[in-house]
């Protein structure tokens, strides 16, 4: 196992995320307890030393599950990470309430490292209202030992995260963002990194297979691959992609069956960064992969100087290609339900004044009616 330095203590390079353990009959809510021991179990005594896990996985009960089998160890030699869930706005005058229960259900006295949970577009103004006491309560329990290390993760933009550190930044030690060679420009992470780096904050990348996609490739992009490392394994690329990049310290892996944890044990056993030719062939393979699954859009506004509505057409053509092209997840239903619901997809009154003007030739009202219809919204 690969070990990275953090302040004074000394972490595993890959961490268990509990977020997708295995489960009963294909209901995420019923962890499959007996599956989930032993993968603990094989995780703790092979040289991981890092779990996390969060209030919303598998509908609460990860936590549990956490607690239920970790606390089987001495407490000193593992490192647990929870998050408080302001990813719903319900949530944020609870934090006592949430915590103490967090506690409780992970059978321990402390938290190594507890996050503000998503910090995104529309949860980042109760996050940093004052009304909620959320950062003061939290700094009062690391001041009294209940927190060792506290830091958040980020869904939202770079814009939302430049906020967030401008005000809490002095007292946050890590953030945990989403991280691989799809979302390099896709999801704008490499400027994410560079604003971290900037910062002197350590990275913890979640999503690192982007929910699994990344664990298999067409047989086109195998054989670009093998290319380059005869050896290595398509879910190796993504591991040694991140093993390439500065700052990152923490990869967790949200693994849901004994297979993927020996697989992506194995693949630490090694760091073996990526050369620049290796990585560059790589993000460029991401790149046409995201480009042919979705709409050309160069961002160029002409369409949003003939849009009576006013929307956000680019934007929205972004979020659009994100949900099309990885075949849906929450970023994009998240994205827009922040939004005034006067500038969601729903409001074009498909015009055609935008399609008029648009050097792609994109069809936008069709565009805008399609995704209103796959959000729901």
Request: glycine share 8%; net charge negative.
């Amino acid at each position: 196992m690969i070990y990275r330095k953090f302040q004074d203590i000394t972490l595993s390079g890959l961490g268990l995320g509990m977020m997708r353990l295995p489960v009963v009959n294909g209901d995420d809510k019923v962890v499959d307890e007996a599956a989930a021991a032993e993968m603990i179990d094989y995780a703790y005594h092979n040289g991981i030393n890092y779990f996390d896990t969060a209030w919303g996985y598998h509908n609460g009960n990860s936590e549990l599950t956490a607690g239920k089998f970790l606390s089987r160890y001495p407490r000193e030699s593992y490192y647990l990470a929870t998050k408080f869930p302001g990813y719903d706005n319900s949530n944020m005058p609870k934090v006592k309430e949430i915590f103490e229960k967090q506690l409780e259900k992970c059978q321990t006295p402390y938290f190594d490292f507890y996050l503000f949970h998503n910090v995104y577009e529309g949860n980042v103004d109760d996050y940093l209202d004052p009304k909620f006491g959320i950062l003061e309560y939290l700094l009062e329990q690391k001041k009294n030992g209940r927190i060792k290390h506290l830091g958040f993760s980020a869904h939202g933009s770079v814009a939302v995260i430049k906020r967030f550190l401008a005000a809490y930044g002095e007292h946050m030690e890590f953030c945990q963002i989403q991280l691989n060679y799809m979302d390099w420009h896709f999801q704008g992470a490499e400027e994410k990194v560079k604003l971290l780096n900037e910062a002197g904050i350590p990275i913890w990348v979640m999503e690192p297979l982007r929910g699994g996609k990344l664990a298999k490739a067409s047989e086109e992009k195998q054989a670009a691959l093998a290319m380059l490392r005869p050896d290595e394994s398509i879910p190796a690329w993504a591991f040694r992609f991140l093993q390439t990049i500065p700052g990152v310290t923490m990869v967790l892996s949200g693994m849901s069956s004994m297979e993927q944890l020996k697989a992506n044990m194995e693949t630490y056993a090694a760091d073996a960064p990526l050369t620049k030719t290796e990585f560059d062939a790589l993000v460029n393979l991401a790149d046409e992969e995201t480009k042919k699954g979705g709409l050309p859009c160069t961002a160029c506004h002409y369409c949003t100087t003939h849009c009576p509505q006013e929307l956000p057409i680019p934007e929205l053509i972004a979020l659009y290609n994100e949900h099309k092209i990885t075949g849906g997840g929450f970023i994009a239903p998240m994205a827009v339900s922040s939004m005034p619901q006067e500038k969601r997809p729903a409001n074009c009154v498909g015009c055609r004044s935008c399609e008029q003007v648009c050097p792609q030739q994109i069809r936008i009202s069709e565009m805008m009616s399609e995704f209103s219809g796959m959000l729901g919204m």
